[in-house]
Protein backbone atom coordinates (compact mmCIF):
# COMPACT_ATOMS: atom_id res chain seq x y z
CA UNK A 1 0.00 0.00 0.00
CA UNK A 2 1.36 3.58 -1.15
CA UNK A 3 0.02 6.32 0.52
CA UNK A 4 3.24 8.32 0.11
CA UNK A 5 2.38 11.58 -1.73
CA UNK A 6 -1.09 12.09 -0.07
CA UNK A 7 -1.47 15.74 -0.43
CA UNK A 8 -2.08 17.16 3.45
CA UNK A 9 -5.35 19.63 2.84
CA UNK A 10 -3.84 23.17 4.39
CA UNK A 11 -5.82 25.80 6.36
CA UNK A 12 -5.91 28.31 3.82
CA UNK A 13 -7.82 25.87 1.63
CA UNK A 14 -9.66 24.54 4.25
CA UNK A 15 -11.06 28.53 4.57
CA UNK A 16 -11.49 28.39 0.94
CA UNK A 17 -13.68 25.57 0.21
CA UNK A 18 -15.78 26.83 3.27
CA UNK A 19 -16.31 29.89 1.18
CA UNK A 20 -17.20 28.16 -1.90
CA UNK A 21 -19.85 25.72 0.27
CA UNK A 22 -21.05 28.85 1.94
CA UNK A 23 -21.83 31.10 -1.56
CA UNK A 24 -22.61 28.21 -3.94
CA UNK A 25 -25.14 26.13 -1.53
CA UNK A 26 -23.38 23.26 -3.11
CA UNK A 27 -25.43 20.18 -3.81
CA UNK A 28 -23.36 16.78 -3.28
CA UNK A 29 -24.21 13.19 -3.77
CA UNK A 30 -22.11 10.72 -2.34
CA UNK A 31 -22.71 7.06 -4.68
CA UNK A 32 -22.24 4.18 -2.26
CA UNK A 33 -21.60 -0.12 -3.26
CA UNK A 34 -23.41 -2.45 -0.57
CA UNK A 35 -20.80 -4.96 -1.46
CA UNK A 36 -18.53 -5.13 1.48
CA UNK A 37 -20.10 -3.37 4.46
CA UNK A 38 -17.70 -3.21 6.76
CA UNK A 39 -15.60 -1.22 4.22
CA UNK A 40 -18.50 0.43 2.57
CA UNK A 41 -19.59 2.12 6.21
CA UNK A 42 -16.23 3.33 6.52
CA UNK A 43 -15.67 4.99 3.27
CA UNK A 44 -19.12 6.42 3.81
CA UNK A 45 -18.37 7.86 7.46
CA UNK A 46 -15.09 9.67 5.96
CA UNK A 47 -16.94 11.41 2.64
CA UNK A 48 -19.29 12.73 6.09
CA UNK A 49 -16.43 13.93 7.91
CA UNK A 50 -14.79 15.43 5.39
CA UNK A 51 -18.01 17.71 4.16
CA UNK A 52 -19.13 18.06 7.76
CA UNK A 53 -15.64 19.53 8.29
CA UNK A 54 -16.19 21.64 5.44
CA UNK A 55 -19.59 22.66 6.35
CA UNK A 56 -21.50 21.04 3.21
CA UNK A 57 -25.01 20.35 5.75
CA UNK A 58 -27.17 18.37 3.23
CA UNK A 59 -25.17 14.90 1.74
CA UNK A 60 -27.52 12.98 -0.17
CA UNK A 61 -26.59 9.00 -0.22
CA UNK A 62 -27.86 6.84 -2.97
CA UNK A 63 -26.82 2.96 -3.05
CA UNK A 64 -25.57 0.93 -5.72
CA UNK A 65 -26.00 -2.64 -6.06
CA UNK A 66 -22.20 -3.00 -6.70
CA UNK A 67 -19.36 -1.27 -8.12
CA UNK A 68 -20.44 -2.35 -11.45
CA UNK A 69 -23.26 -0.59 -11.41
CA UNK A 70 -21.70 2.57 -9.68
CA UNK A 71 -21.10 4.87 -13.42
CA UNK A 72 -24.46 4.48 -14.06
CA UNK A 73 -26.15 6.04 -10.76
CA UNK A 74 -23.35 8.60 -10.48
CA UNK A 75 -24.22 9.38 -14.40
CA UNK A 76 -27.99 10.36 -13.48
CA UNK A 77 -26.42 11.91 -9.89
CA UNK A 78 -24.43 14.02 -11.86
CA UNK A 79 -26.96 16.05 -13.99
CA UNK A 80 -28.79 16.47 -10.37
CA UNK A 81 -26.12 17.58 -8.18
CA UNK A 82 -22.78 19.85 -8.41
CA UNK A 83 -20.38 17.15 -6.78
CA UNK A 84 -20.81 13.33 -6.68
CA UNK A 85 -18.65 10.87 -4.77
CA UNK A 86 -18.01 7.67 -6.00
CA UNK A 87 -17.70 4.92 -3.03
CA UNK A 88 -16.87 1.29 -4.07
CA UNK A 89 -14.71 -1.86 -3.35
CA UNK A 90 -13.83 -4.75 -5.26
CA UNK A 91 -11.58 -7.46 -4.00
CA UNK A 92 -9.80 -10.15 -5.95
CA UNK A 93 -11.03 -12.81 -6.29
CA UNK A 94 -9.72 -16.40 -8.28
CA UNK A 95 -11.50 -15.30 -11.77
CA UNK A 96 -10.66 -12.22 -14.03
CA UNK A 97 -14.29 -10.91 -12.62
CA UNK A 98 -12.34 -8.23 -10.51
CA UNK A 99 -10.20 -6.95 -13.72
CA UNK A 100 -13.55 -6.51 -15.72
CA UNK A 101 -15.40 -4.75 -12.89
CA UNK A 102 -12.39 -2.61 -11.97
CA UNK A 103 -12.19 -1.91 -15.89
CA UNK A 104 -15.46 -0.95 -16.27
CA UNK A 105 -16.05 1.41 -12.99
CA UNK A 106 -12.95 3.08 -13.31
CA UNK A 107 -13.98 4.10 -17.05
CA UNK A 108 -17.80 4.74 -16.54
CA UNK A 109 -16.78 7.13 -13.72
CA UNK A 110 -14.11 8.52 -15.95
CA UNK A 111 -16.30 9.04 -18.29
CA UNK A 112 -19.00 10.49 -16.31
CA UNK A 113 -17.40 13.35 -15.17
CA UNK A 114 -16.05 14.31 -18.69
CA UNK A 115 -19.29 14.51 -20.21
CA UNK A 116 -20.83 16.06 -17.60
CA UNK A 117 -18.62 18.51 -16.61
CA UNK A 118 -19.75 17.38 -13.12
CA UNK A 119 -16.47 16.79 -10.65
CA UNK A 120 -16.77 12.86 -9.35
CA UNK A 121 -14.46 11.79 -6.33
CA UNK A 122 -13.09 8.80 -7.14
CA UNK A 123 -13.41 6.40 -4.01
CA UNK A 124 -13.40 3.10 -6.26
CA UNK A 125 -11.05 0.79 -4.14
CA UNK A 126 -9.25 -2.10 -6.07
CA UNK A 127 -7.76 -4.34 -3.57
CA UNK A 128 -6.31 -7.87 -3.60
CA UNK A 129 -7.94 -8.89 -0.49
CA UNK A 130 -10.11 -7.49 2.57
CA UNK A 131 -6.98 -6.36 4.58
CA UNK A 132 -6.25 -3.72 2.20
CA UNK A 133 -9.67 -3.17 1.76
CA UNK A 134 -9.73 -2.40 5.16
CA UNK A 135 -6.48 -0.24 5.73
CA UNK A 136 -8.26 1.77 2.99
CA UNK A 137 -11.39 2.44 4.75
CA UNK A 138 -11.12 5.11 6.67
CA UNK A 139 -12.02 2.95 10.33
CA UNK A 140 -10.07 3.10 13.25
CA UNK A 141 -6.97 1.39 13.00
CA UNK A 142 -6.74 2.30 9.07
CA UNK A 143 -3.87 3.54 7.40
CA UNK A 144 -6.01 5.66 5.11
CA UNK A 145 -9.25 7.31 4.71
CA UNK A 146 -9.93 7.03 0.89
CA UNK A 147 -13.47 8.15 1.49
CA UNK A 148 -12.51 11.20 2.91
CA UNK A 149 -9.98 11.55 -0.09
CA UNK A 150 -12.70 11.11 -2.67
CA UNK A 151 -14.66 13.96 -1.06
CA UNK A 152 -12.24 16.28 -0.58
CA UNK A 153 -10.75 15.94 -4.40
CA UNK A 154 -14.42 16.34 -5.81
CA UNK A 155 -15.04 19.05 -3.73
CA UNK A 156 -11.48 20.60 -4.03
CA UNK A 157 -12.32 20.39 -8.51
CA UNK A 158 -15.75 21.63 -8.22
CA UNK A 159 -13.92 24.75 -6.49
CA UNK A 160 -11.61 25.21 -9.35
CA UNK A 161 -13.92 24.39 -11.78
CA UNK A 162 -16.08 27.66 -9.68
CA UNK A 163 -12.73 29.82 -9.88
CA UNK A 164 -12.06 29.28 -14.00
CA UNK A 165 -15.85 29.90 -14.55
CA UNK A 166 -15.92 33.26 -13.19
Partial sequence: MSGT??????QD??????????????????????????VMNGLIAGSQRFFEQV??????????????????IVSHAAARFDVVVALG???RGGTPHFEYVCTAATQGLSQVTLSSGTPVGFGL???DDEAQALD???L??????KGFEAAHAALAAAVEIAALNR
Avoid: M
Fill in 140 to 145: QGSKED
Fill in 89 to 91: VVI
Fill in 55 to 72: GVRDVTLLRAPGSFELPV
Fill in 125 to 127: LTC
Fill in 136 to 138: RAG
Fill in 13 to 38: ELDALRRTVEQQRLKVAVVASRWHQE
Fill in 5 to 10: GTPQIQ
